[in-house]
């Protein structure tokens, strides 16, 4: 079946602007979760869905950042007014329940703030 | 919150030596200790994984051992190939909130020489 899908899988922005980044779940995976890889640096967290739900915002590193899932399934991450630490690769995975479930990742969205 | 650390950061070996990366935890509760790989812009890929009930996991070239007493997990990879050649990620799951998520050690660049 389908993996996990990103869109779009490239992003050049201006400092300032907003942005938004889709992620499509595996169908049926009921947690979803973002982090981000900055370069030479290792995945970190940024949320969990479980459901429409986000328990566990915890690793959203300023409130430019915002998530929504709508439907149990897509779930965009946006980013307002971008600055040029926000440069980095945005990870999506989905995971059929959470705790202890294998995670399967997306093939992310490389996210450049000239 | 969990930390994870990750030795060494990067790992030379000739084909058909063995590989061996190591994880040290914090959190003694956290319970779930996956290994990702992933190859030059592509996304992480789970190789193996292992839960705090168990010591030792082994999935054809490649095991990873648990000692809970001293917070450190390790991946060997036994017979490498240049096809090993990859960034390695280990991740622990604390068990606090029951989300699932992962918090990531740096990563260890392996480049295995033909």
């Known amino acids: 079946g389908a993996g996990v899908s990103q869109s779009p899988s490239n992003k050049v922005t201006e400092k300032g602007k907003d942005v938004e980044l889709r992620c499509d779940p595996i169908?049926?995976?009921?947690?979803l979760y973002w982090y981000r890889q900055s370069l030479g640096q290792g995945l970190e967290f940024l949320i969990y869905?479980?459901?429409?739900?986000?328990?566990?915002k915890s690793g959203l590193p300023s409130d430019r950042f915002s998530a929504e899932r709508t439907g149990g399934s897509v779930s965009t991450l946006t980013i307002q007014r971008t600055q040029q630490e926000d440069s980095a690769v945005y990870l999506c995975?989905?995971?059929?329940?959470?705790?202890?479930?294998?995670?399967?990742f997306g093939p992310g969205t490389r996210l450049l703030v000239l | 919150g969990e930390n994870v650390e990750q030795h060494p950061s990067t790992l030379s070996v000739q084909e058909g030596d063995s590989a061996v990366i190591k994880c040290t935890y914090s959190d003694s509760a956290s319970n779930y200790f996956p290994w990702y790989k992933q190859e030059l812009g592509k996304r992480p890929q789970l190789i193996i994984d292992i839960r705090s009930n168990v010591g030792e996991k082994k999935d054809q070239r490649i095991a990873v051992t648990l000692n809970k007493t001293a917070k450190h997990f390790s991946l060997h990879i036994t017979e490498t190939q240049p096809e090993d050649s990859a960034v390695y990620f280990c991740?622990?799951?604390?068990?606090?909130?029951?989300?699932?998520?992962?918090?990531f050690g740096q990563g260890t660049t392996l480049q295995v020489k033909p």
């Open positions: 991740a622990a799951v604390p068990t606090s909130g029951n989300t699932g998520k992962l918090i």
């Open positions: 169908s049926g995976h009921t947690a």
């Open positions: 869905f479980q459901g429409n739900s986000a328990p566990d």
């Open positions: 995975a989905s995971s059929s329940s959470g705790n202890q479930e294998t995670q399967y």
